[in-house]
């Protein structure tokens, strides 16, 4: 009897471990999983801000550019109306000179006056033309220092995001580095593993029924959400491995419940 018992108990404790290590691994690739979609979320986020602040200063490029259009279409329908005018002022005078010869009557002083007139208003309209000129030239010149102040403000934004998008892949990359080893820390703990055949044979098994009871609750509880992150084939596979995951622990429980009684 003493022999079949021991032989229950390591079978109990075989049960046990395996258990245990079906129990972590399946807690070591869910939360892997969670950290893998909070990097998945955390590319998602980098993506976003990154292409509303590339279309943001497309958006901006666009504006200056339409502007920039606008000052072109102006300066051209300005430039065209004003050589029209030239020309049509050309045409007065000549007819004006037409007019005077045609008369036979001119004056020496009245040649000169009217040469001086002619050429103040000459360099009068080189003034203004320079002037505007200069004004176009300088709107010019304050719109594409706005577009480039704000280049280098959507630059800077996007070097800042980077940096926290590297900053927090790093933290997650830790964070799932460290929890990969506690898991398999917890897989191969031989130490803990002898501990417990030796409890069972020893039928110390109230501190392990109060724990393993805990990991039969956390099969059952959820066995539906397995059942929801799976489709069709893998749905009954994963349910199945999971209902022997039970039934063998719960082989395991009521065997070291016998074991008791005995």
Do not use: C
């Not at 606008?70 to 004006?96: A, F, G, H, P, Q």
């Not at 360099?123 to 030239?137: F, G, L, N, V």
């Not at 995951?245 to 719960?250: G, P, R, V």
């Amino acid at each position: 009897l003493k022999e079949a018992n021991l032989r229950m108990a390591n079978e109990v404790a075989d049960k046990l471990i395996e258990s245990y290590k079906n129990y972590t691994e399946e807690r070591k690739n869910a939360h892997m999983k969670t950290i893998e979609a909070e990097m998945k979320a955390e590319d998602k986020r980098h993506k976003q801000v990154v292409d509303s602040l590339n279309k943001e200063l497309e958006a901006y490029r666009k504006i200056i550019q339409a502007r920039l259009d606008m000052l072109d279409k102006e300066e051209s329908e300005r430039d065209y109306n004003k050589e029209i005018d030239e020309l049509e002022k050309e045409r007065v005078d000549t007819l004006s000179k037409i007019n005077l010869l045609s008369m036979d009557d001119s004056f020496e002083a009245r040649k000169q006056v009217a040469e001086l007139m002619e050429k103040l208003n000459q360099t009068e309209d080189q003034i203004a033309e320079k002037r505007h000129d200069r004004e176009i030239e300088l709107r010019k010149e304050n719109l594409n220092d706005l577009l480039d102040k704000k280049e280098e403000e959507i630059k800077g934004r996007q070097e800042l995001e980077d940096q926290r998008y590297e900053h927090e892949k790093e933290l997650i990359d830790k964070q799932k580095e460290y929890w990969e080893q506690y898991y398999n820390d917890l897989l191969n703990d031989e130490h803990k593993f002898a501990k417990l055949r030796e409890d069972v044979i020893a039928g110390n098994t109230d501190a392990i029924k109060a724990e393993f009871g805990e990991i039969l609750t956390y099969f059952n509880e959820t066995m539906p959400e397995l059942e929801n992150t799976l489709d069709g084939t893998m749905q009954a596979v994963g349910t199945s491995i999971r209902q022997n995951m039970i039934d063998n622990l719960k082989e395991a429980i009521d065997l070291m419940n016998q074991l008791g009684q005995n």
